[in-house]
């Protein structure tokens, strides 16, 4: 959660007017899902989490207005306790059927996956308790773009990339309306990710196959990240940097990798100081000598 509280430093970029020109107003209900007399019947939508994650900018709804979306799968949940005794961040998606719809990360079928990151959410009920499947509605709060720009600016990196922002919906209220969804992972390569700019950003992906780690410099180090061979960094947001063991992939003390692969990385798409992999427990990749 350290790294997330300097985005608040940065400065939103102001988008255009709220418009939403794909047809995204209804989804059926899942038989599941609250009252299963109301199976299939077609519910009414003020806004969708597509609405947010659109390819042009300027349809996009005016960042510092509240949030109103309806059904989305929660994906990862930051359980870290922040110093005033809050839970941390949470993460949420929806799936895209619409084949005019040209935002958010494709999937191999041609639907499209959008994700966002919830900061610093209430639960609805007060202290109600989340779970990754859990189906729910998102209300109030704000909603953020930053602009990473300042993440480049001398003496560090410059920055590989052009109009990547990151998007959040910040201090909204989260309600459970239903349960045991499986959030939809969208397999990826580490090129696809830093390519896709903020398309994938705030997605669940997954990294088929193995790829290989590098000794992470001083600044990634500091920040308990380590960087896969490509350009992407593994980061400690969700769980720790370990195989299902308890051995970290890093020695930190020996400056040292003990691990030199990993396999079928599972994690949430992020961005600052570089694209990022937050894997959501030592479960979501296999670790390799």
């Given at each position: 959660?350290?790294?997330?509280?300097?985005?608040?430093?940065?400065?939103?970029?102001?988008?255009?007017?709220?418009?939403?020109?794909t047809?995204?107003?209804?989804?059926?209900?899942?038989?599941?899902?609250?009252?299963?007399?109301?199976?299939?019947?077609?519910?009414?939508?003020?806004?969708?989490?597509?609405?947010?994650?659109?390819?042009?900018?300027?349809?996009?709804?005016?960042?510092?207005?509240?949030v109103?979306?309806?059904?989305?799968?929660?994906?990862?949940?930051?359980?870290h306790?922040?110093?005033?005794?809050?839970?941390?961040?949470?993460?949420?998606?929806?799936?895209?059927?619409?084949?005019?719809?040209?935002?958010?990360?494709?999937?191999?079928?041609?639907?499209?996956?959008?994700?966002?990151?919830?900061?610093?959410?209430?639960?609805?009920?007060?202290?109600?308790?989340?779970?990754?499947?859990?189906?729910?509605?998102?209300?109030?709060?704000?909603?953020?773009?930053?602009?990473?720009?300042?993440?480049?600016?001398?003496?560090r990196?410059?920055?590989?990339?052009?109009?990547?922002?990151?998007?959040?919906?910040?201090?909204?209220?989260?309600?459970?309306?239903?349960?045991?969804?499986?959030?939809?992972?969208?397999?990826?390569?580490?090129?696809?990710?830093?390519?896709?700019?903020?398309?994938?950003?705030?997605?669940?992906?997954?990294?088929?196959?193995?790829?290989?780690?590098?000794?992470?410099?001083?600044?990634?180090?500091?920040?308990?990240e380590?960087?896969?061979?490509?350009?992407?960094?593994?980061?400690?947001?969700?769980?720790?940097?370990?195989?299902?063991?308890?051995?970290?992939?890093?020695?930190?003390?020996?400056?040292?990798?003990?691990?030199?692969?990993?396999?079928?990385?599972?994690?949430?798409?992020?961005?600052?100081?570089?694209?990022?992999?937050?894997?959501?427990?030592?479960?979501d990749?296999?670790?390799?000598?």
């Amino acid at each position: 959660m350290a790294l997330h509280r300097n985005f608040i430093a940065l400065a939103p970029l102001i988008v255009g007017a709220l418009s939403c020109s794909t047809p995204l107003d209804t989804l059926p209900r899942r038989c599941d899902e609250i009252d299963p007399n109301v199976c299939n019947t077609p519910v009414a939508q003020r806004e969708r989490l597509a609405t947010y994650r659109q390819a042009d900018l300027a349809a996009r709804p005016r960042p510092g207005g509240p949030v109103a979306v309806s059904n989305v799968v929660v994906t990862a949940i930051d359980d870290h306790l922040e110093a005033r005794g809050d839970t941390g961040d949470i993460w949420v998606q929806e799936v895209i059927n619409d084949p005019m719809f040209n935002g958010c990360a494709p999937m191999p079928d041609g639907r499209r996956v959008c994700g966002v990151q919830l900061f610093a959410p209430s639960t609805i009920p007060t202290g109600a308790t989340l779970l990754v499947g859990d189906l729910v509605t998102v209300t109030g709060g704000s909603y953020d773009e930053f602009n990473c720009t300042p993440c480049c600016a001398p003496p560090r990196p410059p920055c590989t990339f052009t109009d990547r922002t990151l998007p959040e919906f910040s201090r909204a209220g989260v309600e459970r309306v239903g349960t045991g969804v499986q959030p939809i992972v969208v397999p990826a390569t580490v090129q696809q990710i830093i390519d896709g700019g903020d398309r994938y950003v705030g997605v669940l992906v997954r990294i088929e196959g193995e790829v290989m780690l590098e000794t992470p410099s001083s600044g990634d180090a500091n920040r308990g990240e380590i960087r896969i061979v490509g350009g992407l960094n593994l980061a400690p947001q969700l769980g720790p940097l370990q195989d299902r063991t308890g051995r970290p992939l890093y020695d930190a003390a020996a400056r040292r990798l003990n691990f030199t692969r990993v396999r079928n990385v599972t994690g949430i798409v992020s961005y600052f100081f570089g694209p990022k992999l937050f894997p959501r427990s030592p479960e979501d990749f296999e670790a390799l000598p």
